[in-house]
């Protein structure tokens, strides 16, 4: 069964960077393709990044575009997101998910997802 464990979370000031990693076990992961979403206190579950099986696809959500960077190394079944001039709006835990699909556009939305990890919180002070 696949597993998915992040890492790297923490707190920081404004402008500063933290790199987050996702760390997967499991027959199929290399094979899947892995977005991180994030979810804020008393907000929606929302779509960061995502990373193709083979590492030539991303995508990334319009509000991290230039700032976070998403990288996997299949050697090491781990995904990582960069994540530069962090902002107070960036505060959330972050999650990574495995997808089966195939298809980049389906990437964006929570249900394309089939594995869940437990998440890692990231904080942002001003």
């Known amino acids: 069964q696949e597993q998915l464990d992040e890492s790297g979370g923490g707190s920081v000031q404004a402008g500063g960077s933290l790199r987050l990693s996702c760390a997967a076990s499991?027959?199929?992961?290399?094979?899947?393709?892995i977005g991180w979403f994030r979810q804020a206190p008393g907000k929606e579950r929302e779509f960061v990044a995502a990373?193709?099986?083979?590492?030539?696809?991303?995508y990334y959500a319009d509000s991290v575009k230039g700032r976070f960077t998403i990288s996997r190394d299949n050697a090491k079944n781990t995904v990582y997101l960069q994540m530069n001039s962090l902002k107070p709006e960036d505060t959330a835990v972050y999650y990574c998910?495995?997808?089966?699909?195939?298809?980049?556009?389906?990437?964006?939305?929570?249900?394309?997802?089939?594995?869940w990890g437990q998440g890692t919180q990231v904080t942002v002070s001003s």
């Open positions: 998910a495995a997808s089966m699909s195939q298809y980049g556009s389906r990437w964006y939305y929570r249900d394309a997802y089939q594995y």
């Open positions: 499991g027959r199929t992961v290399p094979t899947l393709a």
């Open positions: 990373i193709s099986w083979s590492g030539d696809k991303s």
